[in-house]
């Protein structure tokens, strides 16, 4: 157990709509990052947040966006969706500022779109 | 662009015998990092190395740092149905804040 909580697990929608993915980090842990991740691919960096303020930003599409709240809880926006969003969506956190400290790994929420 | 290339993309073997994925580049990078992420899980961080020539041993799993610091290998003893998943490499690059990721080696070991 990485001490990261991600909610939902599984998510079945149709296009054009919107989610929210929810994320709850490693007690102490100030940074949070969220990956997407395509069919046995690697991880595609989305953004990060760190003690609430934004990061980093990475390959993350306009109709996606992401905010960190004051406990530090982190919720991933997935507007306008379209089939191509179908992906596994993970979350990390880090004590530190930067992403090359050890991440530790939510086990991720699988969205499909229809 | 700071790029880190996985090879082999896919691994299938039987139990008992040995192996090594490589993770190579043309950049340098002040540390890389191998995590094993398995089905229905999000990635562990197995191993940071940091210095030219850097050589760490997990168990059955041995991890080098190339001299030059652009790339790295990660070689399995006597493979275990247990090590079956996806092995991902990450660098830290320029910015030394941020990870690049490879697109990860999926080994699956039959028993």
């Known amino acids: 157990d990485s001490g990261v909580t991600q909610t939902p697990k599984h998510l079945i929608t149709a296009t054009g709509q919107r989610v929210t993915l929810r994320c709850s980090p490693r007690?102490?842990?100030?940074?949070v990052y969220w990956y997407q991740q395509s069919l046995d691919q690697g991880l595609q960096f989305l953004i990060q947040?760190?003690?609430?303020?934004?990061?980093a930003k990475g390959n993350i599409l306009e109709r996606f966006s992401a905010q960190q709240f004051p406990d530090l809880h982190s919720e991933l926006n997935l507007s306008s969706l379209e089939l191509g969003d179908s992906a596994l969506y993970f979350c990390?956190?880090?004590?530190?500022?930067?992403?090359?400290?050890?991440?530790?790994f939510g086990e991720g929420s699988r969205l499909t779109v229809l | 662009t700071q790029l880190l290339e996985q090879s082999p993309q896919f691994l299938s073997i039987q139990e008992g015998e040995n192996l090594t994925v490589y993770c190579n580049s043309s950049?340098?990078?002040?540390?890389l990092q191998w995590y094993r992420q398995e089905p229905g899980e999000g990635p562990v961080l197995l191993v940071t190395?940091?210095?030219g020539g850097e050589v760490k041993k997990l168990k059955r799993l041995t991890f080098q740092f190339g001299d030059a610091r652009k790339d790295s290998s990660l070689h399995i003893t006597a493979a275990q149905p247990g090590d079956t998943g996806l092995y991902l490499c990450?660098?830290?690059?320029?910015?030394?804040?941020?990870?690049?990721w490879g697109a990860g080696t999926k080994l699956i070991i039959k028993p």
């Open positions: 990390a956190s880090s004590s530190g500022l930067a992403e090359t400290g050890e991440l530790f």
């Open positions: 007690s102490g842990d100030l940074s």
């Open positions: 947040y760190y003690n609430g303020e934004e990061r």
């Open positions: 950049s340098v990078f002040s540390s």
């Open positions: 190395v940091v210095t």
């Open positions: 990450a660098g830290a690059g320029d910015s030394n804040y941020q990870l690049i």
